[in-house]
């Protein structure tokens, strides 16, 4: 089992910035790609972020790319996003996820195998 715990949520007013933390524990850890998805209420989880941890490739959504940043520290099995110039449709639940191996894409909730318990950001404006 991998646990995956989010952090570094809250209220920002818009243009402000945040940075989450997501860290992972459990069995040993190998795993593929890690991701940043988010749900505002009444709507589907959307895709955020990726990161493949062997090569430090990097995926965005149109909507947060050129202001938000994923990054990861293996060494501490911890993967960040840095979110920049907020807006208040950024509000929503953040979730990080962890892919144990590629299937195909890295934008698809169904690709991931395990889930955080996902961490409040509301952006005000």
């Known amino acids: 089992q991998v646990q995956l715990e989010e952090s570094g949520g809250g209220l920002v007013q818009a243009g402000g910035s945040l940075r989450l933390s997501c860290a992972a524990s459990g069995r040993t850890f190998s795993n593929y790609a890690m991701g940043w998805f988010r749900q505002a209420p009444g709507k589907e989880r959307e895709f955020v972020a990726a990161?493949?941890?062997?090569?430090?490739?990097?995926y965005y959504a149109d909507s947060v790319k050129g202001r938000f940043t994923i990054s990861g520290d293996n060494a501490v099995k911890t993967v960040y996003l840095q979110m920049n110039s907020l807006k208040p449709e950024d509000t929503a639940v953040y979730y990080c996820a962890a892919q144990l191996n590629y299937r195909g894409t890295y934008y698809s909730t169904r690709v991931y195998d395990y889930w955080g318990q996902g961490t409040q950001v509301t952006v005000s404006s």
């Open positions: 990161i493949r941890w062997r090569t430090g490739s990097t």
